[in-house]
């Protein structure tokens, strides 16, 4: 699933796969903090016991938290943008240095169409790979484990369900 060639060949694309995934899971932890505040509150008003303070200090919690989700969301899609173009760059590159040194020769057994034709599709599938599949399965291995630690601190028996169900997500 995970090609070490492939991201030993695009070394670069690296830093951009891990603040890929930094931003994500800061996206998780505000929302975290906006879905604990939020749950406080209710729970002060069914008990009754709901102050000014606190309705403030959950809006002002909120508030911060979808900032930070947008800004995390926005700087997540420039490392998915910057990625995709490091991997164009870098695979381009790669590609018409191999052509160089085939030489002319390399049109005896492909023609140089179907090169362009291959190159082009192979780079489009491997930047989608780089810009937005890499980061997103890592980042599906480490959210369920941060909930988990998160949910375990409430209740161990619904931290271990969760974390029990993750492999049934797919089916």
């Excluded at 729970?43 to 959950?58: F, G, M």
């Excluded at 192979?122 to 909930?147: I, M």
Aim: hydrophobic share 50%; net charge positive.
């Amino acid at each position: 699933m995970i090609k070490m060639r492939l991201i030993k060949l695009l070394k670069g694309s690296g830093k951009y796969i891990i603040y890929q995934i930094a931003w994500q899971w800061l996206s998780l932890l505000a929302q975290i903090a906006i879905v604990w505040q939020v749950t406080q509150l209710i729970d002060e008003a069914w008990q009754k016991s709901v102050t000014n303070d606190e309705i403030l200090t959950t809006v002002g919690i909120v508030t911060a938290g979808l900032i930070v989700r947008f800004i995390c969301d926005r700087l997540y899609s420039r490392a998915c943008y910057l990625a995709s173009v490091d991997v164009k760059r870098a695979l381009r590159e790669q590609i018409y240095k191999k052509v160089l040194w085939l030489g002319p020769s390399y049109r005896e057994q492909i023609r140089t169409s179907e090169i362009v034709q291959m190159t082009g599709e192979g780079v489009e599938q491997l930047e989608t790979y780089f810009g937005r599949y890499l980061s997103q399965f890592l980042y599906a291995l480490l959210a369920p484990f941060s909930l988990f630690i998160i949910i375990s601190r409430i209740s161990l028996r619904t931290a271990v369900v969760l974390l029990a169900a993750v492999p049934l997500i797919p089916i």
